[in-house]
């Protein structure tokens, strides 16, 4: 039972050592799926327990990407979502939650107005600075798509 325990904290620790810096991309990418910081937070919260549940069977080359799609998973669901639609705009709000001054949208307004799979792959390059290849194993779609 004490080597239960033990390799639990183990993996526990891995994974902190490993979701943890991630932590303010999959924010960043919850905000643009999600439109709300409140429902942002909700996603990333409930990503990172389905990620830690699932870390003992991770085995890929980079967490970034898997916990972000797993982001993508809980936000769709969230949103009763199919794949390449999205929720409506979010008000004209800054990302600050300060009225933008009209005539001068944020980039976050403009990657809303998007359809959903541009957006996300703009957000994903552009706002968390992913590669090609992240975004398409985010995404599920063809790194040559992506490009």
């Given at each position: 039972?004490?080597?239960?325990?033990?390799?639990?904290?183990k993996t526990a620790q891995q994974f902190?050592?490993?979701a943890l810096p991630c932590l303010d991309d999959a924010y960043a990418f919850a905000q643009v799926l999600m439109r709300t910081p409140a429902d942002a937070e909700q996603a990333v919260q409930e990503c990172y327990q389905r990620a830690l549940r699932q870390f003992d069977g991770f085995r890929g080359?980079?967490?970034?990407?898997?916990?972000?799609?797993?982001?993508?998973a809980v936000c769709q669901e969230k949103l009763?979502?199919?794949?390449?639609?999205?929720?409506?705009?979010?008000?004209?709000?800054?990302?600050?939650?300060?009225?933008?001054?009209?005539?001068?949208?944020?980039i976050q307004q403009?990657?809303?107005e998007l359809p959903a799979p541009l957006?996300?792959?703009?957000?994903?390059?552009?706002?968390?600075?992913?590669?090609?290849?992240?975004?398409a194993e985010v995404t599920g779609v063809p790194v040559t798509t992506v490009m």
């Amino acid at each position: 039972m004490m080597r239960n325990a033990e390799a639990g904290n183990k993996t526990a620790q891995q994974f902190r050592d490993a979701a943890l810096p991630c932590l303010d991309d999959a924010y960043a990418f919850a905000q643009v799926l999600m439109r709300t910081p409140a429902d942002a937070e909700q996603a990333v919260q409930e990503c990172y327990q389905r990620a830690l549940r699932q870390f003992d069977g991770f085995r890929g080359p980079a967490v970034r990407p898997w916990l972000l799609a797993i982001l993508k998973a809980v936000c769709q669901e969230k949103l009763g979502e199919k794949p390449g639609r999205r929720g409506t705009p979010a008000d004209a709000a800054g990302t600050n939650g300060t009225p933008a001054p009209r005539g001068t949208p944020t980039i976050q307004q403009l990657i809303d107005e998007l359809p959903a799979p541009l957006g996300e792959v703009i957000a994903l390059r552009e706002v968390i600075d992913l590669s090609y290849k992240e975004i398409a194993e985010v995404t599920g779609v063809p790194v040559t798509t992506v490009m």
